[in-house]
């Protein structure tokens, strides 16, 4: 190997660094510690003639490692790599002394932060002058993608994806794709008929050649890594053979078992053998083996004969799993609504004419249980009080966001009580009315023209008089305590992370947000993006939004999953784990604290006996180096990170440069 | 800003920041129902503009609040108004700036250890003729509280607690005469020198006996012991908490009936502030041929009796109706015949309602262990 | 030359006047009795029943600094002429010996002047072993426990006092410093420790007829016995460390990122890195070849050299292994070995 | 502890096909002495013993140099690969728990044939107490005494004067795995961290007082390193030069580094065997370093090395409730 | 003698905790000069002998920062370094280092004032101790 040969560039950032870092005395102090070449300062060594300044040294000094005093590697490591690599040197014989952020930025006194700075780069140049090259891989991708969920955002991307040229599966656990959307009445701000929107896309999905759409299933298993997933699907048993069912629904009528029907929200019944709705697809029927007389306890059987000539009733069905291998998979498993049971004082579950926002979209929905009359125990109701931010920028349910369609979802549905009972008095209480999105305001302004008020107040209880509801709040523009009766409460219930959603965030290995929505890898320039590599977000499970949004954010999901199909292949994490074989002891310890099961134990010939060692897989690891600091013998090591790396600049630091 | 200014602002509007001024604390505020100009979000909003000393000018709007903390369990930005009031009336406890009953109160507390300005000897009044043993004889603390020890109508919880805690066979003994006040009011009332004082002494004294356990009849001596004697180190219990247990493990068990409807009233301490919501109910479910019933607004909806913070002490707005008042009207509308609860001052707004609105021959007021120690031999 | 009585009580006094040296004594800490720098005379420890360990630190010590350098590549020697000068008090007579193995080691073609300076500034005054321990058999192996070799003064434990025996100049320095504290020995003394000496001599147990070891040694190389005994060794460095012949040693860089320094420090050779060679290739690879190089080295290759074992008899490698490997089990087992 | 058992238990051992050797104790050669031996034959199975002397733990040569080979396939398992017969105490059986756990030693490789364990003697304790024996010397445990025998003259000695500190505080005196056990279960003690607690209890300064004077003694001669049956790596990080975490210099730092980095490695592995101390020539306690480890293992983790060989090892895992209340 | 000025070695996970030192900058919020950064992927390559490794070469305080629990990037690093960590604080307590030199925080890549507080604590806390001089290397 040839001599390490390190050259030191002190960046001024104009005078971000430079007014309290004395660079020139900096950069003195740098030419003479070990393995230093040459060292230099320069203005803005991000800018392009900075840049070329290190590419000429590095020709000139035949320098092999750079050390780049400048701002945090967060922001300008990968520039300054690609300067290395232009100049013909591993990109990750790099390493950024972080003198701006954690030095010039946060210090006031030139000698301390100086000091500090000298101290900071004494120990990045320990660090560099141990770096090695080191080489990403390139992994073939296989050219499918998986879609999880069939809301509206797990929809429009696997059209997308599909209509690009790509396989998709698309995995839904009801027995149609469809979702909150298709539970909508109107949609806001345009009043379009939400179901009228929705189906045409749901067909397309059922007729893409490109897409095979496995409702009613669930994800059980996933293994691999970008390019190469390996997923498990369990079909759950419909008792209907899919195949065969043409959705005549000759055999309802023989089904003597009603249920809840879940669709309608519990507000209506319907057969435990059922079609969740009528557009739904696949459209075909399901049996729900809670409630079935023959799953609970094999007797009955009364549908099975009617459907002789298809034949597609199979009380004996079993569940079934599938693996499917995928490049790529999106995320849009979608959200819950806020459970109001949790905000006692409003009455939820108390009182049934307190609904929520969602129960209300069934009530006013033509397909609904009343068939779009917003009735109450067979009454209209004259008065309506619709109350905002209900388990939403609320601390004491745990839910600090905004979730950012209530205010418009409310102004919508005191428009249709308007539009539905013209005489009925409406009444929104509200802390801040946020209309923000393109039509919002506008709407907002034509449902007070209608004549709904809006009163500014956190209702504080609901409570019983006579027949009456009483909602009681201060009206705080008035500063006075007001009590309202009314027939109908509609609380406008957020949006929270699906309940079940730790199972399926388990599986992908994806982090949580403080919110617990799921986590994007940058909140401003990666928000479709996880943190791990070939993972993508679609919708809610990421936030609260709304339709535009979602069918937005789904569609940059899909082209982000594309990018790697099309590419049909993938760069790998260079600095990953490392096993030196002759100090392995196979004992696992490093198996056992990876997250991404990227290391297994492997028999290898050692001295001529056969023995287990571990063995990294390179494009598994993310480089986190877990393992490093649970191996005991040091045989595992992280690149870029190894013990001898950090230990010389633990020891570079504890020295003192008076 | 001067510093007492700074000061000041630290103490007070500092911690209001997070305010969005929703009105949730106001709409929840039994005070605001019946004194229109205690509006405690106005209070906060002022504060939250307000430069400098005027901060501490606050009022006697103030002695208003009883402390029953609706507004912090239900303020979505975990602001604490209650906190705010207890800090402002310790401002003026400071500058001496007090009603005058409330000073007696707090003359009587530094003088004679309780607020009622009654001597200590007179403490163990109730339990004459009782056998209860001085703690340095037992293993579980009784802890009296100072108006169920010198009020005549309310000995009788402490009575009957004594009774059911002996027939169910519980190793307990008290403080006798020694029993200091355990300063929950106090605090409220914004001396928060005297509570420290009252803590220390009280902890002090605890540690003199090998004490397993304390059991409170009050609600207000638990709160402040479970969540305000950080230093304590000893498990506390409201009476209503061991009560169920003893009669799961059979260690109690009623031989009478008690043929009433009664319904039962959340004290503020008790359930809203500490969660306890369920065990006074098993409790009153339990007893034979009791008829329980719920009151429209229970368990977190319920309506503070006005009791707490202080409100004991002070008479207020005497042309308003009492939330007491409310409160009776609501058990007499889901039919009951007693109005239960386990708390000496609820117990005392609650009668004080039922007599001057002349309701004796209608509906009755009970605390639980009184009906408890009916049932029992 | 001359003996003199030191009266117990006034061992103090004696040590008192020899503050100009630095006094090396056995100390006890805890079960165990170790040399060590005295500050405090009260610490000495001269109990006979205590097989005290490693005197030879004193002259040859465990970690010893040979140069440091910056990084402005400025050495800057570690001069051992600097030390002051030495006394070794209450060592035993096979220590003392070992020394005058040592030095032939030390001496050879390039002197080490670390050892050396050392070792002349350094005086040794021995304690006789009234009661040996019971692996020592320094009588099998031209040792005795009251031998005089290498030492310069040697004391005996009488009832009330030291019997003191001036063998060198250097402990006739030693003696003129202290001697208002003595009186001269008388002929019952002398009787007295020569009863003791012959006594203490027939106390020792163990003994083993060393004749012929060497070649012995050289016909047996390839031999199962090797494997036998290694087949319990652990490995340790205990057997070594506490030998008072054992010298090996190991030299390494010290260095931070500006400044460093040279060490010596033991090594031994039953550690796998002893022999480990740089390109992961190690000649002694197993506990084998590694014991079997010990008992080579000291009772062959060292008599090649230098003409005697490098052994003085003291039995502390049999009294300290945590496994029983014996030394003298080993060599009768040579000794009779087909 | 029946001997004549014992031996037939070991002879059957050895009779079993796939047995190779049998590791088992024997009287060393002086003293109160006791040696390992390793059996291959039945002849050399007259020289097995077992006695209160017997302190020194056999599982380390499981693992010193070369271990036995992996079991690998589930052919294998049954029964038809070799197998090493090993004689283990309480602690022992814990080791090997660890060491199986570990995946360092396979289970189908050991015939294990148990002893429950009363506890050993100190070696140093009884040296002390009688000096200078070169003669074979006999112990026995009876009724809470050790009777000595020494050239046909016996003593009686209380238990207590005797026993190793590590044996006092025994929790797990019957072996937790065997093929075979000789003799009856025995009762442990109950977890008594006592002497750590007070070492705990003590200033800053006085800890460091303590463990200086402890550590400036240790001349780095790695019987520690070498006696523990849970110190089996390949390549000990300790001796490695780069990266150098403990340089060669002797002195209380370095120690200090030497003897930190060895108790955390053993933080949720070691088994309280006592080898360490039993072995180290300068009588540093070390036990008081992984009983400390092993306390706090116990109450902020509740977890015990060795019980289970399915358990994964302590580091290795975590539950979401650890303490956090030290963190800021 | 100028006042003494402790020097602070932190080990700071990328996604987190660095991060939020970043946005300590970021902001201009200041804290002492006392505190070095070592930029580790993840608290859970921090291997715990770092600390001592870092106290006897010349550091008078370690600080181990990464994510809150539940937020690692890399999902349970912080988790498994919080044990490591935990069990070397009591023994380096245990051998007498002051555990107010050895300290661990979550700082969120949002919690930059809260980076410069923990800072300005470590510190503060370690001024009172002084220098950490029976801990230090002979020869640095």
């Known amino acids: 190997m040839s001599k390490t040969r390190v050259g030191v560039y002190i960046c001024h950032c104009g005078v971000n660094i430079k007014s309290t870092v004395d660079v020139t005395k900096l950069t003195e102090f740098a030419s003479k510690l070990p393995h230093v070449s040459v060292a230099k300062d320069y203005i803005y060594l991000c800018s392009d003639p900075g840049q070329e300044l290190i590419k000429n040294d590095i020709n000139e000094f035949n320098l092999n490692r750079i050390v780049v005093a400048a701002c945090s590697p967060r922001m300008h490591e990968p520039t300054f790599r690609k300067a290395l690599r232009s100049a013909g040197i591993n990109p990750y014989c790099l390493e950024i002394a972080n003198i701006r952020e954690h030095c010039s930025w946060v210090h006031e006194d030139i000698e301390k932060a100086t000091k500090k700075a000298e101290s900071i780069l004494a120990a990045t140049v320990a660090k560099a002058s141990l770096l090695e090259p080191l080489e990403e891989k390139e992994v073939d991708v296989i050219p499918t993608a998986l879609v999880l969920g069939g809301g509206i955002a797990g929809i429009q991307a696997a059209l997308d994806i599909a209509d690009t040229g790509f396989k998709v599966y698309l995995v839904e656990k009801d027995p149609s794709i469809g979702g909150h959307m298709m539970q909508l009445d109107k949609t806001f701000p345009t009043l379009d008929c939400s179901a009228c929107i929705l189906t045409p896309k749901m067909s397309d999905v059922g007729n893409h050649p490109n897409i095979e759409l496995l409702t009613y299933s669930e994800i059980t298993n996933v293994g691999g890594y970008v390019g190469n997933f390996k997923v498990t699907i369990k079909k759950k048993p419909r008792y209907i053979i899919e195949d065969k069912c043409n959705g005549c629904g000759n055999c309802i009528s023989y089904c003597p078992i009603e249920m809840p029907d879940p669709f309608n929200l519990n507000l209506s019944k319907t057969k435990c053998l059922y079609i969740p709705f009528p557009q739904a697809v696949p459209a075909c029927f399901v049996i729900d083996p809670d409630y079935c007389r023959y799953t609970l306890n094999r007797e009955c059987k009364q549908c099975e004969p009617v459907c002789k000539e298809l034949g597609a009733i199979d009380l004996k069905q079993k569940e079934q799993f599938i693996e499917v291998d995928v490049g790529t998979i999106i995320v849009a498993t979608g959200f819950d609504t806020f459970d109001p049971t949790l905000k006692p004082e409003l009455g939820y579950g108390l009182y049934p004419n307190v609904i929520t926002g969602l129960e209300f979209e069934r009530l006013s929905s033509a397909s609904g249980p009343t068939t779009g009359d917003v009735m109450i125990n067979g009454k209209k109701p004259k008065n309506v009080v619709f109350i905002h931010c209900v388990g939403s920028r609320d601390k004491t349910v745990g839910n600090e966001y905004c979730s950012r369609v209530c205010c418009m979802y409310t102004a919508k549905q005191a428009h249709l009580i308007k539009d539905k009972i013209p005489d009925a008095k409406v009444t929104v209480f509200y802390i801040d009315v946020r209309a923000f999105g393109k039509g919002f305001e506008e709407f907002y302004d034509r449902v007070k023209q209608e004549g709904i008020i809006y009163r500014r107040g956190n209702v504080a209880e609901v409570y019983k008089r006579g027949e009456k509801l009483v909602v009681k709040a201060e009206d705080t523009l008035l500063g006075q305590l007001v009590e309202v009766e009314t027939d109908l409460v509609v609380l406008a219930v957020g949006m929270v992370p699906r309940a079940d959603s730790n199972t399926v965030n388990n599986l992908l290995k994806l982090s949580q947000s403080s919110d617990k929505f799921l986590l994007e890898a940058h909140p401003k320039l990666r928000p479709v993006d996880t943190a791990s590599d070939g993972i993508f977000l679609a919708g809610c499970c990421q936030g609260p939004k709304d339709i535009p949004d979602t069918v937005a954010q789904a569609s940059a999901a899909a082209s982000k999953a594309c990018i790697p199909l099309s590419q049909g292949k993938v760069r790998t994490e260079a600095q990953v784990a490392q096993v030196n074989d002759l100090l392995c002891r196979g004992c696992g310890f490093c198996v056992e604290v990876c997250p991404y099961d990227a290391i297994e134990l492997k028999p290898t010939v050692i001295a001529g006996e056969t023995v287990d060692v571990a063995s990294v897989n390179e494009v598994l690891c993310k480089g986190c180096g877990a393992c490093v600091a649970a191996c005991l013998s040091g045989a595992i090591q992280q690149k870029s990170f190894t013990d001898e790396q950090l230990l010389s600049m633990i020891a570079s630091l504890g020295e003192s440069y008076e | 800003m001067s510093e007492e200014a700074e000061r000041l602002a630290y103490i007070l509007r500092d911690p209001l920041f997070p305010c969005i001024q929703c009105g949730k604390c106001t709409g929840s505020c039994p005070i605001s129902v019946i004194s229109p100009h205690f509006n405690i979000r106005k209070l906060l909003y002022e504060i939250l503009n307000s430069e400098g000393e005027d901060i501490a000018q606050k009022k006697e709007m103030l002695w208003d609040c009883s402390t029953c903390t609706t507004c912090v369990v239900r303020c979505p930005k975990e602001v604490d108004p209650a906190d705010l009031i207890i800090s402002m009336r310790s401002v003026l406890v400071e500058d001496g700036q007090v009603p005058p009953k409330i000073r007696d109160v707090l003359k009587s507390i530094s003088i004679r250890g309780n607020p009622w300005n009654i001597g200590q000897e007179k403490r163990s009044e109730w339990a004459e003729g009782l056998e209860i043993k001085s703690i340095a004889d037992a293993e579980i603390l009784y802890y009296v509280g100072c108006t169920v020890a010198f009020d005549p109508r309310l000995q009788k919880i402490a009575k009957a607690l004594a009774k059911t805690l002996a027939k169910a066979g519980i190793n307990f003994g008290t403080l006798g005469n020694d029993e200091v006040c355990c300063g929950n009011e106090i605090r409220r009332m914004g001396d928060i020198w005297s509570f420290d004082a009252l803590k220390e002494m009280n902890i002090e004294m605890f540690k003199q006996f090998p004490i397993k356990q304390i059991i409170t009849s009050s609600p207000h001596c638990y709160n402040t012991f479970k969540n305000e004697y950080t230093e304590l180190g000893i498990e506390v219990k409201h009476y209503t908490q061991i009560i169920p247990d003893l009669i799961k493990k059979k260690k109690l068990s009623f031989s009478k009936k008690f043929e009433k409807t009664v319904t039962y009233h959340d004290p503020c301490f008790l359930g809203r502030q500490n969660q306890i919501f369920d065990e006074p109910r098993d409790i009153l479910k339990s007893i034979p041929s009791l008829n329980f019933v719920e009151m429209d607004r229970t368990r977190e909806r319920a309506l503070c009796c006005e009791g707490g913070g202080g409100r004991m002490w002070i008479e207020a707005y005497e042309t308003m109706e009492r939330t007491a008042t409310i409160r009776v009207k609501e058990a007499l509308d889901c039919g009951a015949e007693i109005l239960a609860t386990a708390c000496p001052f609820c117990l005392l707004t609650l009668e004080d309602a039922v007599k001057s609105g002349e309701l004796e021959d209608k509906i009755q007021i009970l605390d639980i262990v009184e009906i408890v120690s009916q049932v029992i031999d | 030359m001359d003996s003199y009585i030191l009266q117990k009580e006034k061992l103090n006094n004696f040590l008192d006047s020899l503050k100009e040296y630095e006094i090396w004594a056995p100390v006890q800490k805890d079960a165990t009795t170790l040399f060590e720098v005295i500050r405090d005379f009260q610490n000495i420890s001269l109990d006979l029943n205590h097989q005290p360990i490693i005197s030879k630190s004193a002259v040859f010590p465990q970690t010893e600094p040979l140069f440091t350098f910056d990084n402005d590549a400025a050495i800057k020697e570690t001069s051992p002429k600097e030390e002051k000068d030495t006394i070794v008090f209450g060592i035993r007579p096979c220590d003392a010996r070992s020394f005058k193995l040592l030095d032939p080691v030390f001496e050879g073609d390039f002197p080490d002047p670390y050892y050396l300076t050392r070792r002349n500034k350094t005086a040794l005054i021995g304690i006789a072993c009234n009661e040996p321990f019971p692996n020592c058999f320094c009588t099998s192996i031209d040792g005795n426990p009251f031998s005089k070799e290498g030492l310069d003064l040697l004391f005996t434990s009488l009832n009330d006092s030291f019997y003191i025996e001036v063998i060198t100049d250097k402990g006739k320095t030693i003696i003129d410093k202290a001697s208002s504290h003595l009186t001269q020995a008388k002929a019952e003394d002398t009787k007295e420790k020569e009863q003791l000496a012959k006594a203490s001599e027939g106390k020792i147990k163990r003994q083993i007829n060393l004749d012929g070891i060497k070649e012995k040694l050289a016909a047996i190389f390839e031999h199962a016995i090797w494997d036998k005994f290694s087949s319990k060794c652990i490995g340790c460095g205990i057997c070594t460390y506490s030998c008072p012949t054992c010298y090996c040693f190991d030299m390494q860089d010290e260095s931070s990122a500006r400044k460093g320094r040279r060490v010596r420090t033991w090594d031994s050779c039953m550690f796998a890195e002893y022999t480990l060679h740089a390109s992961g290739h190690n000649p002694r690879p197993t506990r084998t070849e590694r014991l079997r190089n010990r008992i080579y080295h000291k009772f062959k290759f060292n008599i090649d050299n230098f003409g005697v074992p490098s052994c003085v008899g003291c039995g502390r490698c049999i009294a300290l292994c945590p496994v029983n490997v014996d030394l003298i089990e080993i060599l009768s087992t040579i000794k009779e070995a087909e | ?328 | 003698m100028s006042e003494f000025e402790p020097n602070i070695v932190a080990f700071l996970c990328n996604w987190c905790s660095y991060a939020g030192a970043d946005l300590t900058g970021t902001t201009r919020t200041h804290y002492p000069p006392t505190v070095k950064v070592i930029r580790v992927m993840c608290t859970g390559r921090v291997n715990p002998l770092f600390v001592l490794q870092a106290l006897r070469q010349g550091a008078d305080g370690v600080l181990i920062s990464g994510c809150h629990p539940g937020e690692c990037h890399y999902l349970k690093g912080n988790f498994l370094a919080r044990r490591r960590f935990l069990l070397m604080k009591n023994l380096l307590e245990y051998i007498g280092i002051n555990p107010s030199r050895i300290r661990m925080s979550w700082v969120s890549a949002s919690e930059g004032k809260k980076f410069a507080d923990v800072i300005t604590e470590v510190t503060e806390d370690i001024k009172k101790l002084g220098p950490l001089k029976s801990f230090k290397r002979e020869i640095l």
């Open chain 4, 1 to 328: 502890m029946n001997i004549q058992k014992l031996k037939d238990e070991a002879k059957r051992a050895i009779g079993r096909k796939e047995v190779t050797h049998l590791i088992g104790y024997q009287k060393g050669s002086y003293g109160f002495r006791i040696s390992p031996i390793f059996i291959e034959t039945k002849e050399e199975l007259d020289r097995l013993t077992f006695s209160p002397l017997c302190s020194l733990s056999l599982v380390n040569y499981l693992t010193i140099e070369g271990k036995p080979a992996q079991v690998q396939s589930e052919e294998e398992k049954k029964s038809k690969a070799k197998k090493v017969a090993i004689f283990v105490r309480g602690c022992d059986s814990r080791a090997l728990n660890q060491i199986i756990a570990e995946k360092g030693l396979s289970r189908e490789s050991l015939y294990i044939i148990g002893i429950p364990c009363k506890g050993v003697i100190d070696l140093k304790k009884i040296e002390a107490q009688f000096p200078n024996v070169v003669d074979p010397a006999e112990v026995v445990e009876e009724n809470g005494k050790y009777i000595i025998t020494i050239n046909d003259q016996t003593h009686e000695v209380p238990k207590e004067e005797l026993i190793a500190d590590t044996c006092k505080v025994c929790q797990y005196p019957t072996p937790l795995t065997y093929n075979k056990l000789l003799g009856d279960k025995l009762e442990g003690n109950p977890a008594n961290y006592d002497d750590i607690q007070k070492l705990e209890e003590k200033t800053p300064e006085e800890k460091w007082s303590f463990w200086q004077n402890q550590l400036d003694r240790c001349i780095r001669c790695y019987a520690c390193k070498n006696s523990c049956p849970l110190c089996y790596c390949d390549g000990c990080i300790l001796d490695k030069l780069t990266p150098q975490w403990v340089r060669r210099s002797v002195d209380t730092n370095e120690n200090l580094m030497f003897h930190v980095t060895r108790a955390f490695h053993l933080a949720g592995r070691c088994v309280s065997c006592g080898e360490c101390e039993r072995v180290c020539p300068v009588g540093i306690p070390l036990m008081k370093l992984n009983r400390k480890m092993e306390k706090d293992v116990k109450e902020l983790f509740d977890f015990e090395a060795g019980k289970d060989p399915e358990v994964k090892p302590l580091l290795n895992t975590f539950n979401i409730e650890d303490p956090d209340d030290f963190v800021l």
